[in-house]
Nanobody
Framework: EVQLVESGGGLVQAGGSLRLSCAAS????????IGWFRQAPGKEREGVSC????????YYADSVKGRFTVSSDNAKDTVYLQMNSLKPGDTAVYYC???????????????WGQGTQVTVSS
């Protein structure tokens, strides 16, 4: 059974940090791209970051570049999203997802986690 389980969300003050984890199982982790998405209330889901587990290449949305860092521990089949200098605008449910092809659009991701809430207070 394929599973992606996010953890690490919570409530933090503006300027603070959180580290999200995405633990994967049930598929070949090293062959996949793992993306982080977020959805704020009343807004569409948007891509935040992505990492290739084969070569370590990364992608960041402009809104988080310089503040968020994505990394992967292939030995643990886990991807992390380190979020620093958090802003109230970062408040959303954060999802991780796995794609066999690329860090692309949402439809390219086959597997999704259940999401974890991140709330940044001002």
């Amino acid at each position: 059974e394929v599973q992606l389980v996010e953890s690490g969300g919570g409530l933090v003050q503006a300027g603070g940090s959180l580290r999200l984890s995405c633990a994967a199982s049930g598929f070949t982790f090293d062959d996949h791209f793992i993306g982080w998405f977020r959805q704020a209330p009343g807004k569409e889901r948007e891509g935040v970051s992505c990492i290739s587990n084969s070569d370590g290449s990364t992608y960041y949305a402009d809104s988080v570049k310089g503040r968020f860092t994505v990394s992967s521990d292939n030995a643990k089949d886990t991807v992390y999203l380190q979020m620093n200098s958090l802003k109230p605008g970062d408040t959303a449910v954060y999802y991780c997802a796995a794609s066999p092809s690329s860090c692309g659009l949402e439809y390219q991701y086959d597997y999704w986690g259940q999401g974890t809430q991140v709330t940044v207070s001002s």
